[in-house]
C-alpha cells in the first residue's frame, strides 16, 4: 500500500472515529451518570434509563446530553495519534516480513480505542494484534488519562454545584482544588480495562474456526461474521464491564487536597479499587457493578460488529 493510500485510510479512521465519538456522545453521558449513581438499585432516588434521560433534558436540555464532548473530542486525536503509532511500531517490529511475492495487505483504520482497535485486515496472528493492542491501549490511556477524567466530571456535575465552564476551566479547577492525582484517579481500572481485547479476540478467531468446521468451508459468509463478531464483542463487554463502573467512581471521588496535605486522605484511601468494590457490592449490590450496560452494549457492539464485516 503507498504512503497516500495509508495517509488517506488514517485520515479516514480518525474522522470517521470522531463523528462516531460525537454521534454517541448522549449514550456515553446517560451511562456515565448511571455508573456514577451511589445508591442501590430501586432505592426511590436511583434513576434508571428513561429517567435519567428525562432528568437530563427537563433540567439541561438538549444540550445536556452532550456535556463531556469538549474533553472527549479534546482526547481523541492524542489518543487515536499515540495508539496508531504504538501499535504499528509494535506490529511492524515483531511481525513477520511480507516476502516479495506477496501482494501487500490493504489496510483501513478505524477508530481506536483501548478496548477494541481492529485494522479491517491482519496479515499478522492474531497473538500479536493482542499484544499490539493491549500495549497500544495502555500507553495512550496513561497519556490522556487527565482528559477522561475531566470529562467524567463534566458528565456527572450535579445541578447543586458550580458547573465548569469549558475543558480548561475545569482542569484548573480540579487542579486547585484536588491536585494532580485527582487527573489520575481511576487510572487502574482503565489499565485493567485493556484485557476486554484479550478476552475478545481468541472468542472471536475461535467463532470463526467453529464457524468454518459447521460450514465445511474456509469462507465465511457475511452473516457469519457479524455473528462472530457481535458474540465475541457482547462477551468481552460483560466479562469486564465493572471495571468501567469502579473507574468512573474513583474519577468522580473528590477528595480536597488540604486533607491530603492534613494527612486526612491518608487513613482510609477512598481510591483503593478493592475497597471501591467492596463498599459497591456492600452498599449497593453486586448488579450495581453492571449500572449501564445495556446502554454501553447499544453503544459499543452494532460498531464493532459492522467493523469486523466491513
Known sequence: MSMAQSANSMIAGAGGGLVASIATCPLDVIKTKLQAQRVQTGHQSYLGV????????????FRGMYRGLGPTILGYLPTWAIYFAVYDGIKSHFGEKPTGEMQPVQHLYPAPHVK?????????????????????????TLCT????????RFMT?????????HTLDAAITIYRTEGIPAFFRGLLPSLLGILHVAVQFPLYESMKRWARRR???????????????????????????PHEVVRTRLQTTRIHRDALLNGQGNSHPPTGIIRTVRNIVVHEGWRS????LSVNLVRTVPNSAVTMLT
Open 50 to 61: 428513561a429517567a435519567t434521560v428525562k432528568s437530563i433534558l427537563k433540567h439541561d436540555g
Open 116 to 140: 477494541g482497535y481492529q485494522p479491517l485486515a491482519r496479515e499478522h496472528p492474531w497473538t500479536l494484534h493482542i499484544l499490539s493492542a493491549m500495549t497500544a491501549g495502555a500507553t495512550s
Open 145 to 152: 488519562n487527565p482528559l477522561w477524567v475531566i470529562k467524567t
Open 157 to 165: 456535575q450535579s445541578r447543586d454545584e458550580v458547573r465548569y465552564r
Open 215 to 241: 460450514g465445511h468451508s474456509d469462507t465465511l459468509s457475511a452473516q457469519d461474521i457479524l455473528l462472530c463478531s457481535s458474540v465475541a464483542k457482547m462477551t468481552a463487554s460483560v466479562a469486564t464491564y
Open 289 to 292: 457493578l453492571y449500572r449501564g
